[in-house]
């Protein structure tokens, strides 16, 4: 099989490998001989296409849902290191691709695929002097060493969990051990970051919602431990969706709602200062999909509002709905040079003027078309 066969089909492979967040999927644009480019965001904001392939879709492991699980018929590829290294090259020099997303199922066994995953991007950016983006994923029980090459070689490094806790992966996969296989990697990675070996762009993880029986609540319990105890640079969420000839193949599609809210959640943990105790969950432990998590949030707890924009902490602003980061940056701008005066004010700023008013304060009055803040 010649390379372009084996980059049509490992590109394909590799599309559940998330790289860019709920909502983006409908952005990725398809080349001339049917690759995959995905749009993935830089730490300084950048918006590059990254290739987003995979070494290998000949996976030793035998996972439940996926669809490169060993025991499914399919047709199994792997790239030689350099097969893979010259391809991306030819898409970087025409500039159609200006990052590399490089994940693998197990071919054989860990080690062997880390090694050829390792050795194409040495040549990607030795041999070829790519000094680009690249995001290497670990695979499940690398070892202490490969994780280091990794750190060393990679802008960011990523495990996928699948799964919030041992319990909930074994319904998953009979072949990965939570702790020793998923964890150790990501505590390697954090280790090798602390020494400033590299991955500056940080450590990223993503869960499959919903295939185990899991609640919303294990998930963001689990996903506020890994940015407290591991650094974890964010999250990512792939609503579970059956594969056909799969052990799951007839449960029910995991709606996109659901995978929605999580990401608000996970974004209230790393923009907005909220905790896990802050979230609101019903009986089984699921975010209530009728309004995002900060609004929920905002109709729980009456007694903090309403805020008084020109006087209000960062910390009070970002608890507001309708009010994000960026908006409450330029508020305080905004209140360093005078006073905000107005919802024109707010609106300027980017604030989300409906969403906002029942909650604040304009000096000391209420906005003029204020709604009432129950109903």
């Excluded at 199994?76 to 500039?95: H, I």
């Amino acid at each position: 099989m010649d390379k372009l066969e084996k980059m049509k089909l490992l590109a394909h492979a590799a599309q559940y490998d998330l790289c860019a967040a709920c909502g983006t999927q409908s952005s990725r644009v398809r080349d001339d001989i049917g690759r995959w480019l995905y749009p993935a965001v830089l730490p300084n904001g950048k918006t590059v296409s990254l290739l987003k392939v995979l070494q290998s879709n000949a996976c030793e492991n035998d996972c439940f849902y996926c669809g490169s699980r060993r025991s499914r018929d399919g047709r199994r590829v792997t790239f030689a290191p350099e097969e893979l290294a010259w391809s991306f090259d030819q898409l970087a020099r025409t500039g159609r691709a200006q990052g590399l997303f490089l994940s693998s199922a197990v071919c054989r066994n860990a080690a062997r695929t880390m090694s050829d995953m390792i050795a194409t991007v040495e040549l990607v950016r030795f041999q070829y002097g790519f000094q680009g983006y690249v995001h290497l994923k670990l695979l499940p029980g690398c070892q202490e060493g490969a994780v280091e090459r990794a750190v060393q070689l990679a802008d960011r490094v990523s495990v996928n969990l699948e799964a919030p806790n041992p319990q909930r992966l074994q319904r998953l996969s009979a072949d990965k051990r939570f702790a020793q296989d998923l964890m150790k990697p990501m505590q390697y990675a954090k280790r090798f970051r602390d020494q400033e070996l590299g991955a500056k762009a940080g450590m990223t993880t993503q869960f499959v919602v919903g295939a185990a029986g899991e609640s919303d609540a294990e998930i963001l319990r689990t996903v506020e431990g890994l940015y407290r105890q591991l650094n974890l640079t964010r999250a990512y969420f792939s609503a579970f969706q059956p594969v056909p000839n799969t052990p799951l193949e007839h449960q029910r599609a995991t709606p996109l709602l659901r995978e929605h809210r999580l990401y608000q959640s996970d974004f209230l943990f790393r923009q907005y200062g909220f905790a896990f105790k802050d979230l609101a969950f019903d009986d089984s432990g699921t975010l209530f999909g009728s309004a995002d998590p900060k609004m929920v949030w905002a109709k729980r707890h009456p007694d903090y509002f309403p805020v008084e924009v020109n006087r209000a902490s960062r910390e009070q602003l970002l608890h507001v709905p309708g009010i994000g980061p960026q908006s409450v940056k330029r508020i305080l701008q905004m209140r360093r040079e005078g006073k905000v005066r107005s919802m024109e004010d707010l609106r300027v700023v980017g604030a989300v003027t409906q969403r906002a008013a029942p909650f604040i304060l304009l000096n000391g009055r209420r906005p003029p078309q204020q709604l009432a803040l129950w109903e």
